[in-house]
Nanobody
Framework: QVQLVESGGGLVQAGGSLRLSCAASGRSFSSYTMGWFRQALGKEREFVASIARNAGITYYADSVKGRFTISRDNAKNTVYLQMNSLKPEDTAVYYC????????????????????WGQGTQVTVSA
């Protein structure tokens, strides 16, 4: 069992930056692949980024590629999402998620593959 707590959301102007953090409880953080997802009001939850257990492989949604960077610090049990050049369409609740399946080496793009979810943090980008 792992608990995930996101932080770092807020209100920012278009073109600005935010850094989201997701702190995980427990001692098995390094064995989880991690992902960030987001859900805008009235829309389905969508994949943003994922990172392998050893941080060697990352995946991004096309909509954020080149602007967002996912990283992790296994010593601190934390995964990060650095968001630059933010756009109003990035406004959403952002969730981090952990996949405990050892057979999966790289982070999945599918929300159904993740076992644990945080409560989410709101990101609002004003025009």
């Amino acid at each position: 069992q792992v608990q995930l707590v996101e932080s770092g959301g807020g209100l920012v102007q278009a073109g600005g930056s935010l850094r989201l953090s997701c702190a995980a409880s427990g001692r098995s953080f390094s064995s989880y692949t991690m992902g960030w997802f987001r859900q805008a009001l009235g829309k389905e939850r969508e994949f943003v980024a994922s990172i392998a257990r050893n941080a060697g492989i990352t995946y991004y949604a096309d909509s954020v590629k080149g602007r967002f960077t996912i990283s992790r610090d296994n010593a601190k049990n934390t995964v990060y999402l650095q968001m630059n050049s933010l756009k109003p369409e990035d406004t959403a609740v952002y969730y981090c998620a952990a996949d405990a399946r050892l057979s999966r080496v790289v982070g999945s793009r599918l929300s159904r593959d993740y076992d644990y979810w945080g409560q989410g943090t709101q990101v609002t980008v004003s025009a």
